[in-house]
């Protein structure tokens, strides 16, 4: 006797006819009634009173009935519960850029668990180079950064266009600009960059962006990290350029003024390896979307 012999037979007696039953499954009324008769001859009992309209079990077939109704929803369970349990032992490992945790970061992934509640999600930090190889390496299996890398093996999908801004002690001159400042207005006090190492960087793409505009810092310090530039800010060392989820760092007396100038915008890039074209990558873009549009952030729809 298989589990689908159970399911033949609970099906007849709840549809109270061989005809209805061979519908409900999809299959022939003779091989259905031969089933039924093997599983009879196997059990040595008549399970149906013979010549009833409606079809109906006899006693020891309600018996039977109510014992294989157990069994097939015990193997149901069996199966749900296992391939859950195989499911959760999937792991998705997602690197990322330091500043990104102070954007949207921790909102995207928390969104994506909720939205695939048995896989195992990994964060990591790294930097963009380290992004890179272990994509390549298949140690991570997604990316969030900042810089324009090129590889063959790898894959940038622009997410938007983050807006500069730039963090000042709010006793400095600008402070007052809350509409926003030109990089020219920025270029001749002290700039605090980061990272230091390794390039490129968003320290290079800065630098990069002032001399777009003919511009070039004199007075540049590159510190290692975001929290350090900002701390030094703070503390009216000078001025830092960072992307605009950074506001979320508050010190007292640090002020956020927007970079007014077009070009002043770092891209986020979700990065993936060439040939990946998993389902998880897809909901993982699908919950950027969707706090992109809880956010009102303007983007353009990457198709993947
Ligand atoms: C964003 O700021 O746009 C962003 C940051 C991390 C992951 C996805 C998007």
């Known amino acids: 006797m298989e589990l689908r012999h159970l399911r033949y037979f609970v099906a007849v007696v709840e549809e109270q006819s061989f005809t209805k039953a061979a519908e409900k499954l999809f299959i022939a009324q003779p091989p259905l009634s031969r089933q ?17 309209r409606p079809l109906k079990p006899t006693a020891v077939g309600y018996f039977f009935y109510q014992q294989a109704v157990k069994l097939l929803a015990s193997a149901d369970q069996m199966k749900s519960i296992t391939m859950r349990e195989g499911i959760i032992k999937k792991t998705m490992t ?7 945790l102070y954007g949207l970061l921790p909102r995207v992934v928390y969104l994506f668990r909720q939205q695939q509640p048995y896989l195992k999600i990994k964060l990591v930090q790294m930097n963009a180079m380290e992004q890179i190889d ?32 730039v963090a000042v002690h709010s006793s400095h001159a600008l402070a007052a600009k809350k509409q926003g400042v ?28 002032f001399s777009e505009y003919g511009l070039e810092p004199k007075n540049l310090t590159v510190v290692d990290d975001i929290q350090l530039a900002l701390g030094l800010a703070a503390a009216g060392e000078g001025l830092c350029i960072v992307p605009e989820s950074a506001k979320t760092v508050q010190f007292k007396h640090l002020n956020y003024i927007p970079i007014l100038d077009d070009d002043a915008v770092s891209p986020v890039f979700l990065i993936i390896r060439n040939a990946d074209h998993s389902e998880y990558i897809r909901s993982l873009l699908d919950s950027v979307y969707q706090v992109y549009d809880l956010e009102a952030i303007k983007y353009d729809r990457q198709i993947f």
Not at 94 to 100: M, R
Not at 134 to 142: N, Q, S
Not at 150 to 156: E, G, L, M, T, V
């Open 36 to 52: 039924i008769q093997n599983l009879e001859t196997e059990m040595g009992a008549l399970l149906f009173e013979r010549g009833s």
């Open 94 to 100: 997602i690197g990322f850029g330091g500043s990104l």
């Open 134 to 165: 272990a994509l390549k390496e298949g140690r991570i299996d997604a990316s969030f950064g900042r810089v324009r890398i090129s590889d063959p093996a790898i894959k940038r999908i622009l997410l938007r266009e983050e807006p500069l801004m």
């Open 182 to 209: 030109k990089l020219e207005e920025i270029v001749e006090e002290h700039v605090l960059l980061y990272p230091k190492l390794p390039k490129p960087s968003f320290s290079a793409q800065m630098k990069g962006l």
